[in-house]
């Protein structure tokens, strides 16, 4: 194992020092199975993707009780839909999350507001039920999809405005 000049050892012992690996000659290609040339996809259910985007998954857990919750919802699944939609609002920006994305998600949907909407609520029990099960992907997805490029672009006190105006202008239910 390489040691600094400066670690004593005994005279007789041989000492390598670090050197640096030589140089590969030529350009790095992406020319391995699994890497993308060129562009990320786009299309249907291939989401937005972004770097880091499972920091969404750390910072979920500051609103852990947190949450607005009403009879049969629980806090798990409103969770796991603004974790998704926190990482597609992280990627449209082209960064890793942050706890305003997260803001953003959870604005929308009205688990931050102390007074959503019957009917609001009543719309998030059926499209957050189970949606932290791995088997429910194809749910949280529309969670997700339901969520326009356009709103969440826009900074998080704006979403909260906008939603304290009209929560239904927010999101956009025929996904």
């Known amino acids: 194992m390489a040691a600094p000049e400066f670690v004593p050892t005994q005279p007789t012992q041989l000492v390598r020092s670090y050197t640096s ?42 609103f852990r009780g947190r949450l607005t919750l009403r009879d049969g919802e629980h806090e798990d699944d409103a ?35 102390d007074r959503p909407a019957p009917e609001l609520v009543e719309l998030r029990r059926g499209w957050f039920d189970e949606v932290h099960l791995a088997h429910h992907y194809p749910e949280l997805r529309r969670l997700v999809d339901a969520a326009p490029d356009d709103i969440l672009r826009l900074p998080h006190t704006a979403v909260a405005e906008r939603h304290a105006l009209d929560w239904r202008s927010c999101l956009d239910l025929d996904v």
């Open 21 to 62: 690996p030589p140089r590969r000659a030529g350009s790095w290609l992406a020319d391995r199975p699994g890497e993308i040339d060129g562009r990320q996809p786009e299309g249907e259910r291939l989401g937005t993707p972004g770097p880091d985007q499972g920091y969404a998954l750390k910072l979920v857990e500051q």
């Open 79 to 113: 969770l796991a839909g603004a974790a998704a939609i926190a990482m597609k609002r992280s990627g449209l920006f082209g960064r890793a999350p942050v706890v305003h994305d997260l803001t953003v998600a959870l604005t929308l949907w009205g688990f931050l507001d």
